[in-house]
């Protein structure tokens, strides 16, 4: 059976398909609709059989794996025939130390991201914009130590020579971000705007685009 792939528009399924196209692992899409472009169409709840109806998750067999971190590392560590290129394996335990560090420090990025959002979406107009700034403080720190890791790193992406699951986890992070200019006050970061092209101009990129679910955040 072809692993099921439960994507929500505008979700972080996006970087769990992508990494699967790049690694040419197939999966069976079911995509969902957002409602007023905020919660989950309940049908994911229901065909997915995740409790909390969220996405991503995946249904292989008899098996649900979800958040997309956990689904990455399933993909790779499953499926790949090249797996230790995009995860190392051991006894790389420094670049594999470090990828899965990217891959948690993707989901930091959107804990300090979200509370703007929900502010927007919540409170009154001046508690927004009173709040914005302030909270905004560590998305600005998060995307200055994405951008100094890249200049440090010389090769254009966050680890290593070549694209590892670390680009594509953190890259949705920071499209997300500055599609919606959360708390970045209109800064410019220019490595990461490079690296971002970079990754999106990629042919397993611009595959997951046509997939069926929207994902409004790319630059290109």
Excluded at 4 to 30: G, Q, T, Y
Excluded at 48 to 58: D, E, H, T, V, Y
Excluded at 83 to 100: C, E
Excluded at 112 to 141: C, M, R, S
């Amino acid at each position: 059976m072809t692993p099921i792939l439960h994507a929500l528009d505008n979700s972080r399924a996006f970087r769990v398909l992508w990494l699967a196209n790049e690694l040419d692992i197939e999966l069976d899409v079911k995509s969902y609709a957002r409602i007023d472009g905020k919660g989950a169409d309940p049908k994911m709840k229901e065909q997915s059989r995740f409790k909390l109806g969220k996405s991503p998750c995946i249904e292989d067999d008899d098996l649900l794996v979800v958040e997309s971190g956990n689904c990455m590392e399933y993909l790779v560590e499953r499926y790949a025939s090249k797996g230790a290129s995009w995860i190392p394996n051991s006894p790389d335990w420094k670049g594999r130390t470090a990828v899965r560090g990217w891959i948690g420090f993707a989901e930091t990025l959107m804990t300090h991201a979200l509370p703007i959002i929900y502010v927007q979406w919540f409170a009154d107009e001046g508690t927004a914009k009173e709040l914005g700034p302030k909270l905004g403080a560590n998305v600005v720190k998060d995307l200055d130590y994405v951008e100094s890791e890249l200049v440090a790193n010389r090769s254009g992406y966050l680890y290593g020579n070549d694209i590892t699951a670390a680009d594509i986890a953190v890259a949705f992070s920071v499209e997300y971000v500055l599609f919606k200019q959360i708390g970045t006050s209109n800064q410019k970061w220019h490595g990461i705007d490079a690296w971002l092209k970079r990754l999106e101009s990629r042919p397993a990129y611009q595959k997951t685009l046509k997939a069926g679910f929207k994902h409004d955040f790319s630059l290109l």
